[in-house]
């Protein structure tokens, strides 16, 4: 939360365009505008407090597709995640199970060895339980002499996302020994925007961005393959992004999921917290973003999205760090 913002977020500077209603994967399936972020903004602009509009922030996929579209320049994600860490202050059961996480924590000197590496990768919660394709990764970069790190922050990231207090003690460990990596392949979307903040001389790029950026992986893209970016992190650098992703698209020939305005359709699977009810379906938004195409093969950043595609896809279902092996 930026200093010039205001107490309700942001929202004072919300017109009611709504602009943010035709990406917001929330709209598409519910219909519902107060889960949206116009019906959040207006319903702030007139007095409700974060308490008033738990069930619209609880919602928010986080997805970030609202903010290149809106004409404010409302920081759109910032103000769920400030309306969450609210609501937590107050209702601290609400984030009971990121709590424990970050309770537990980790072995306080597991990422003491990470100056040995000139690039380290941050792995998610999901990939680091895919032990297989986690080294599928490593190898991806073992060019850059790449490293694991032990502390991967997976329970910060948790917590961010769901608007829980991480302890000072417990940020300032999991930093201090990346302070001195120059190079991050990061995961999670939401960790990243908060490292970018925490380590702005460090270089930090999203897993997606970095394996997509490789000449063997680039090479072994098809025409007839479909590039599922990750959401999170291509959002909160759009403006940088969506060159980097053009110039993949036109030289592989790949479709991916951009729509006209070039923003990512998200599955919504990414979601570390988010109470069951209306939930978005990632599968339903898969079939959605497969519809009306033909397809060889779908080639996901998110290892999330391989068993979402798996459901609703008759081809192949790769991560895009497995087109290294691919023959």
């Not at 759109?76 to 209702?91: C, E, G, K, N, Y």
């Not at 991806?140 to 207090?165: R, T, W």
């Not at 969506?242 to 592989?252: G, I, K, P």
């Not at 081809?315 to 895009?320: D, I, S």
Request: net charge negative; aromatic share 4%.
């Amino acid at each position: 939360m930026t200093a010039e913002r205001n107490s309700i977020y942001g929202a004072e500077a919300c017109s009611g365009c709504s602009l943010c209603l035709l990406v917001c994967p929330v709209w598409r399936s519910t219909f519902d505008i107060r889960l949206t972020p116009h019906g959040r903004a207006k319903a702030l602009q007139h007095g409700a407090t974060a308490f008033d509009v738990a069930d619209s922030i609880d919602t928010c996929t986080l997805c970030g597709a609202c903010e290149p579209v809106c004409p404010e320049e409302i920081a759109l994600v910032d103000m769920v995640l400030a309306l969450r860490r609210d609501l937590a202050s107050t209702m601290p059961d609400r984030v009971g199970n990121a709590v424990v996480q970050l309770q537990q924590g980790v072995d306080s000197n597991s990422t003491t060895a990470l100056s040995a590496y000139p690039t380290v990768l941050l792995a998610d919660s999901a990939l680091s339980e895919q032990p297989q394709l986690l080294q599928t990764v490593l190898a991806l970069f073992s060019h850059e002499q790449a490293g694991l790190a032990a502390d991967s922050g997976a329970d910060i990231a948790l917590a961010l996302e769901a608007g829980a207090s991480v302890p000072e003690e417990r940020l300032n460990r999991f930093l201090a020994p990346l302070r001195t990596v120059r190079r991050m392949i990061v995961c999670d979307g939401v960790l990243l925007r908060a490292l970018r903040d925490w380590l702005p001389r460090t270089r930090i790029d999203s897993l997606g961005e970095a394996a997509s950026s490789l000449a063997g992986v680039r090479a072994r893209l098809r025409p007839d393959d479909f590039y599922v970016i990750e959401s999170r992190a291509y959002h909160a650098d759009r403006e940088r992004l969506v060159a980097h992703y053009d110039q993949l698209r036109v030289s592989s020939g790949c479709m991916m999921n951009l729509d006209l305005q070039r923003l990512a359709i998200p599955t919504t699977a990414s979601h570390q917290w988010m109470p069951e009810k209306r939930r978005v379906d990632p599968a339903d938004q898969a079939r959605w973003i497969l519809e009306g195409r033909v397809v060889a093969r779908v080639v996901v950043e998110d290892c999330r999205d391989i068993a979402v595609f798996q459901r609703v896809a008759p081809y192949p279902v790769l991560h895009v760090a497995q087109l290294g092996d691919a023959r």
